[in-house]
């Protein structure tokens, strides 16, 4: 299940990540929660939309599945506020 520049779009709108390093060679996203970054991901500025990003899912911490899913409307952010409250990557 690979993820695309789209995907990658949609998951950092959903965690409200804040986008950084504009006009390199990828943006860089980052992702809060009660203002202490959480995690982060790069989004390439290539032009092929289908350039994979499957290394999203290592770097929020979540399945490919659920990354996937997330892109498709199935979980948002509280959801992965959720789970990383349960792997213990934020605490409560």
């Known amino acids: 299940m690979m993820l695309d520049k789209e995907d990658a779009q949609i998951i950092a709108a959903k965690f409200n990540g804040v986008i950084e390093q504009k006009n390199r060679a990828h943006d860089l996203v980052k992702i809060y929660y009660k203002g202490i970054r959480v995690a982060s991901f790069g989004i390439r500025h290539g032009s092929k939309k289908s350039e994979g990003h499957d290394h999203i899912p290592k ?13 498709q409307c199935k979980y948002g ?15 409560a």
């Open 59 to 71: 770097d929020i911490h979540w399945s490919p599945h659920k990354c996937k899913e997330c892109a």
């Open 77 to 91: 952010f509280d959801d992965w506020v959720r789970d990383m409250i349960a792997k213990g990557i934020i605490t």
